[in-house]
């Protein structure tokens, strides 16, 4: 039996919790600023990798390279989780910060097609794997860090960090965005405007290893007197495929509403509905000062009223209100019907997600819980982060430009069944 490890401090000499907080959200920030970078830009990084000389072509290959990256994300997970699982959360955070870094910098500094032909869109790929890889576990990581810091009453509260520092990302991206539109032109932001987000995103990475390097370890890993084996994990994820099938249907929800509502807004504001990139990027900029704003009364919210009776809410209002708000919206397309179809979304998801990212931590058990709450999030994210071309490609098909509210009635209806069966798991797991 192995020793207790070393890192592990008494909960008296823990950084405090709020600093904690800020230190782990940090990384994740970047992530997902990277993220919506490239779902910002999706146009002109096509148009500078997928010259087709058909925009709609080359933003649906942008977009196809985005969702790329989320094929990574399992096997990130299932690989980085085990890791993380055996060394602890603290290194796992370090290691997921340091890959992430080299995907970010490799999509700022790549060449565009003109210079250097078919190695740009390979080195793009290339990119966007990465990312996706050390992504598969950065939000598990995350997630189950602030969950295992924070007391048994302020639960949903703590963990609800983690999706308010995406909304941050999401806000930042978005500010940077209409400062950029606004000193400009289109000539401009589609031969090299676009990088600069991404380069300020390398900027970033040393002070978040700054902020990084003195975590501590937390007191569940700590106690830990032999953390699980590769192969132990893995036997134990298939023993448990009934809780990671919940965890998939639950994040559903979670992914694809979180995708429509910002990365997929700036093209569907552009392209379909002919708004301007400005128009487009404020209304992306005001959900994510929404969801800012939400996320963290949702979470505490949850720790009142309970997990299930949020997620039931918010999965049974997006089925009755998804697809009737989406038709409205294109009958008669607006800056405001479009800001204010978004910010009713923003709500739902914010009231959902609120409940649902601790809700995955506390249905996995303790063992394998970064392995199997990582791995349940990256599978689901496979589909739901394919959100914008999948919704490019329906629009495209059927000629119906509110079909984004098809599919997000249809992930509603997944994260609902989740809400419904989850709870004996739940219970098994706080009992192990």
Same mark, same amino acid.
């Given at each position: !039996?192995?020793?207790?490890?070393?890192?592990?401090?008494?909960?008296?000499?823990?950084?405090?919790?709020?600093?904690?907080?800020?230190?782990?959200?940090?990384?994740?920030?970047?992530? #997902?600023?990277?993220?919506?970078?490239?779902?910002?830009?999706?146009?002109?990084?096509? &148009?500078?990798?997928?010259?087709?000389?058909? +925009?709609?072509?080359?933003?649906?290959?942008?977009?196809?390279?985005?969702?790329?990256?989320?094929?990574?994300?399992?096997?990130?997970?299932?690989? *980085?989780?085990?890791?993380?699982? %055996?060394?602890? %959360?603290?290194?796992?955070?370090?290691?997921?910060?340091?890959? #992430?870094?080299?995907?970010?910098?490799?999509?700022?500094?790549?060449?565009?097609?003109?210079?250097?032909?078919?190695?740009?869109?390979? *080195?793009?790929?290339?990119? %966007?794997?990465?990312?996706?890889?050390?992504?598969?576990?950065? =939000?598990?990581?995350?997630?189950?860090?602030? &969950?295992?810091? /924070?007391?048994?009453?302020?639960?949903?509260?703590?963990?609800?960090?983690?999706?308010?520092?995406?909304?941050?990302?999401?806000?930042?991206?978005?500010?940077?965005?209409?400062?950029?539109?606004?000193?400009?032109?289109?000539?401009? #932001?589609?031969?090299?405007?676009?990088?600069? +987000? $991404?380069?300020?995103?390398? *900027?970033?990475? +040393?002070?978040?290893?700054?902020?990084?390097?003195?975590?501590?370890? @937390?007191?569940?890993?700590?106690?830990?007197? /032999?953390?699980?084996?590769?192969?132990?994990?893995?036997? !134990?994820?298939?023993?448990?495929?009934?809780?990671?099938?919940?965890?998939?249907?639950?994040? !559903? !929800?979670?992914?694809?509403?979180?995708?429509?509502?910002?990365?997929?807004?700036?093209?569907?504001?552009?392209?379909?509905?002919?708004?301007?990139? %400005?128009?487009?990027?404020?209304?992306?900029?005001?959900?994510?000062? @929404?969801?800012?704003?939400? =996320?963290?009364?949702?979470?505490?919210?949850?720790?009142?009223?309970?997990?299930?009776?949020?997620?039931?809410?918010?999965?049974?209002?997006? $089925?009755?209100?998804?697809?009737? #708000?989406?038709?409205?919206?294109?009958?008669?397309?607006?800056?405001?019907?479009?800001?204010?179809?978004?910010?009713? $979304?923003?709500?739902?998801?914010?009231?959902?997600?609120?409940?649902?990212?601790?809700?995955?931590?506390?249905?996995?058990? +303790?063992?394998?819980?970064?392995?199997?709450?990582?791995?349940?999030?990256?599978? /689901?994210?496979?589909?739901?982060?394919?959100?914008?071309?999948?919704?490019?490609?329906?629009?495209?098909?059927?000629?119906?430009?509110?079909?984004?509210?098809?599919?997000?009635?249809?992930?509603?209806?997944?994260?609902?069944?989740?809400?419904?069966?989850?709870?004996?798991?739940?219970?098994?797991?706080?009992? @192990?």
């Amino acid at each position: !039996m192995a020793e207790r490890r070393s890192e592990y401090r008494p909960s008296g000499n823990y950084t405090r919790t709020h600093e904690a907080v800020g230190q782990v959200a940090s990384g994740n920030m970047l992530e #997902m600023y990277d993220f919506m970078v490239f779902g910002y830009y999706a146009a002109a990084i096509g &148009a500078a990798f997928f010259p087709s000389g058909n +925009p709609q072509a080359e933003l649906l290959l942008s977009f196809a390279t985005f969702g790329a990256g989320f094929l990574m994300r399992p096997l990130g997970a299932l690989i *980085l989780g085990a890791y993380v699982d %055996r060394i602890g %959360r603290r290194k796992g955070l370090i290691v997921t910060l340091a890959l #992430m870094s080299i995907g970010t910098a490799t999509l700022a500094l790549t060449p565009g097609y003109q210079r250097i032909g078919l190695f740009a869109p390979l *080195l793009i790929l290339c990119g %966007r794997l990465l990312q996706g890889f050390s992504a598969g576990v950065e =939000l598990g990581s995350t997630s189950v860090y602030l &969950a295992e810091i /924070a007391t048994e009453k302020t639960k949903g509260f703590i963990v609800a960090f983690q999706s308010a520092s995406q909304q941050l990302a999401v806000v930042g991206a978005a500010l940077l965005g209409v400062t950029l539109t606004s000193c400009l032109n289109t000539q401009e #932001m589609a031969a090299w405007g676009w990088r600069i +987000p $991404l380069l300020i995103g390398c *900027l970033i990475v +040393p002070v978040l290893f700054f902020l990084r390097r003195n975590l501590k370890e @937390t007191k569940s890993f700590g106690a830990t007197h /032999a953390p699980p084996h590769f192969r132990e994990v893995v036997s !134990m994820l298939c023993a448990e495929w009934k809780i990671i099938g919940t965890g998939i249907l639950t994040v !559903m !929800m979670t992914t694809t509403s979180f995708y429509v509502i910002t990365a997929y807004t700036p093209a569907f504001g552009t392209r379909v509905l002919h708004l301007t990139s %400005r128009e487009s990027l404020t209304v992306t900029l005001c959900v994510g000062l @929404t969801n800012l704003v939400l =996320l963290p009364c949702f979470g505490a919210l949850s720790d009142r009223v309970g997990r299930r009776k949020l997620l039931i809410a918010a999965t049974v209002i997006a $089925l009755v209100s998804a697809w009737p #708000m989406m038709n409205w919206l294109v009958s008669a397309p607006s800056f405001g019907r479009l800001l204010l179809v978004e910010l009713v $979304l923003a709500v739902i998801y914010s009231a959902y997600n609120g409940a649902a990212v601790v809700w995955l931590t506390e249905i996995v058990p +303790p063992r394998i819980r970064t392995t199997g709450f990582s791995f349940a999030y990256s599978l /689901a994210t496979c589909l739901g982060g394919f959100t914008p071309t999948i919704c490019t490609w329906l629009i495209q098909t059927t000629g119906d430009r509110s079909m984004p509210g098809a599919w997000l009635s249809l992930a509603a209806l997944c994260g609902l069944v989740a809400a419904c069966i989850a709870r004996p798991y739940a219970e098994r797991a706080q009992n @192990t």
